[in-house]
């Protein structure tokens, strides 16, 4: 059984990943999925040999917090239910929604003598406080049920060192897997490139746009020559509504779809990446993907020792930039030269079919 909130064609290149896998295990014996979803009749035409059992989201990226407690308890309502219907002897859970599923996944291996892989994409509740005030009794007591539900898990997959060395402080004594979410080259990756940067995602504090904003506009106030646009909202829209108003190089197109954000994307050269460096040990930036999709290359504005700095760097995927304004300044300077003497990029992909299958032999094992 695999459980995860979002799924195929709704979430992006790692939702086609685990359609992919879901298939694979079916060829190995019965296979359900448990998600939620818009496009119930769509998953369903193309799911093949394997059982799905959706509900229909209640929230979106923009909903109160409150509301999305509810639909995790209606989850979870479904996830039960499915358990009980369908007694899986492994099952793979996702952080997606996390702590309260992946508990329920793990309270029923631990009294029904069976297995599950845990596939951690965020670390909460550590992550949830960098967002939101939690009372300390509380954050101890979600830590505890959390690190209780990875030592019942037959194996635990995590996407870096910084988050594997979080886990294992924590108190994991499970056998952990570092596996890279995909990035497959997209439709739009090959389009002609604006000499230009795109921001898509969520423009909040944890995205350092308290350095950022002011960056570019003493970028271009000194006259410099690239375009940037940027995609989503967040607490910092306003800001970046006033900057699309002032200079004529910026553009803002707020929240679109997934698809749209990516056809934008893929239209400019470099993508802006900041991430504050305290995030990395919980939490990866889902926009590397996305960009790496869309071909574009990475500006990084985060800790110049963080692995993410060092995988772009080693991987010459891109400039990577210090959290603070001058040199992020610096940055698109330099990127402004190699704009203009070379815009051919051969991307970095990491393929759903690879993605896939290292994470069944992973589940399987």
Same mark, same amino acid.
């Given at each position: 059984?695999?459980?995860?909130?979002?799924?195929?064609?709704?979430?992006?290149?790692?939702?086609?990943?685990?359609?992919?896998?879901?298939?694979?295990?079916?060829?190995?014996?019965?296979?359900?999925?448990?998600?939620?979803?818009?496009?119930?009749?769509?998953?369903?035409? #193309?799911?093949?040999?394997?059982?799905?059992?959706?509900?229909?989201?209640?929230?979106?990226?923009?909903?109160?917090?409150?509301?999305?407690?509810?639909?995790?308890?209606?989850?979870?309502?479904?996830?039960?239910?499915?358990?009980?219907?369908?007694?899986?002897?492994?099952?793979?859970?996702?952080?997606?929604?996390?702590?309260?599923?992946?508990? *329920?996944?793990?309270?029923?291996?631990?009294?029904?003598?069976?297995?599950?892989?845990?596939?951690?994409?965020?670390?909460?509740?550590?992550?949830?406080?960098?967002?939101?005030?939690?009372?300390?009794?509380?954050?101890?007591?979600?830590?505890?049920?959390?690190?209780?539900?990875?030592?019942?898990?037959?194996?635990?997959?995590?996407?870096?060192?910084?988050?594997?060395?979080?886990?294992?402080?924590?108190?994991?004594?499970?056998?952990?897997?570092?596996?890279?979410?995909?990035?497959?080259?997209?439709?739009?990756?090959?389009?002609?490139?604006?000499?230009?940067?795109?921001?898509?995602?969520?423009?909040?504090?944890?995205?350092?746009?308290?350095?950022?904003?002011?960056?570019?506009? #003493?970028?271009?106030?000194?006259?410099?020559?690239?375009?940037?646009?940027?995609?989503?909202?967040?607490?910092?829209?306003?800001?970046?509504?006033?900057?699309?108003?002032?200079?004529?190089?910026?553009?803002?197109?707020?929240?679109?779809?997934?698809?749209?954000?990516?056809?934008?994307?893929?239209?400019?050269?470099?993508?802006?990446?900041?991430?504050?460096?305290?995030?990395?040990?919980?939490?990866?930036?889902?926009?590397?993907?996305?960009?790496?999709?869309?071909?574009?290359?990475?500006?990084?504005?985060?800790?110049?020792?963080?692995?993410?700095?060092?995988?772009?760097?080693?991987?010459?995927?891109? *400039?990577?930039?210090?959290?603070? #304004?001058?040199?992020?300044?610096?940055?698109?300077?330099? *990127?402004?030269?190699?704009?203009?003497?070379?815009?051919?990029?051969?991307?970095?992909?990491?393929?759903?079919?690879?993605?896939?299958?290292?994470?069944?032999?992973?589940?399987?094992?």
């Amino acid at each position: 059984m695999i459980v995860s909130r979002d799924f195929w064609p709704h979430a992006a290149a790692i939702g086609t990943g685990l359609f992919k896998l879901a298939k694979d295990l079916a060829c190995y014996g019965e296979t359900s999925v448990v998600t939620m979803s818009h496009s119930k009749e769509e998953i369903k035409q #193309q799911s093949g040999k394997c059982n799905f059992l959706i509900a229909k989201p209640l929230t979106h990226s923009g909903s109160k917090i409150i509301l999305r407690v509810f639909e995790m308890g209606y989850f979870v309502l479904l996830l039960i239910f499915s358990l009980v219907l369908k007694r899986p002897s492994n099952v793979y859970v996702t952080t997606n929604p996390p702590i309260l599923i992946p508990f *329920v996944v793990a309270l029923y291996t631990f009294l029904f003598n069976k297995s599950f892989t845990y596939h951690i994409q965020d670390i909460h509740p550590e992550a949830s406080t960098l967002i939101f005030k939690l009372p300390r009794s509380l954050v101890v007591l979600l830590k505890k049920i959390d690190t209780w539900s990875l030592n019942q898990a037959k194996t635990v997959i995590t996407l870096t060192e910084e988050m594997k060395s979080t886990l294992v402080d924590r108190g994991c004594i499970r056998p952990i897997f570092l596996l890279a979410n995909p990035s497959d080259q997209s439709n739009f990756s090959k389009v002609e490139k604006i000499s230009g940067v795109v921001y898509a995602g969520n423009a909040g504090r944890l995205q350092n746009m308290d350095i950022v904003i002011p960056a570019i506009e #003493q970028y271009l106030s000194d006259g410099g020559g690239l375009s940037f646009a940027f995609i989503g909202g967040g607490v910092y829209a306003s800001e970046i509504t006033r900057l699309a108003n002032t200079y004529s190089k910026i553009k803002y197109f707020g929240k679109v779809d997934g698809s749209t954000a990516l056809s934008i994307s893929a239209k400019y050269a470099w993508g802006l990446l900041p991430i504050n460096g305290e995030v990395l040990r919980y939490a990866y930036p889902s926009k590397v993907p996305s960009y790496l999709s869309a071909g574009c290359r990475l500006i990084c504005c985060t800790d110049p020792d963080s692995s993410l700095a060092q995988w772009i760097k080693k991987n010459n995927l891109g *400039v990577c930039a210090s959290q603070d #304004q001058t040199s992020l300044i610096d940055a698109f300077r330099h *990127v402004e030269s190699i704009s203009q003497r070379d815009s051919n990029f051969s991307g970095y992909f990491i393929s759903t079919s690879d993605f896939s299958s290292t994470l069944s032999s992973i589940v399987r094992a």
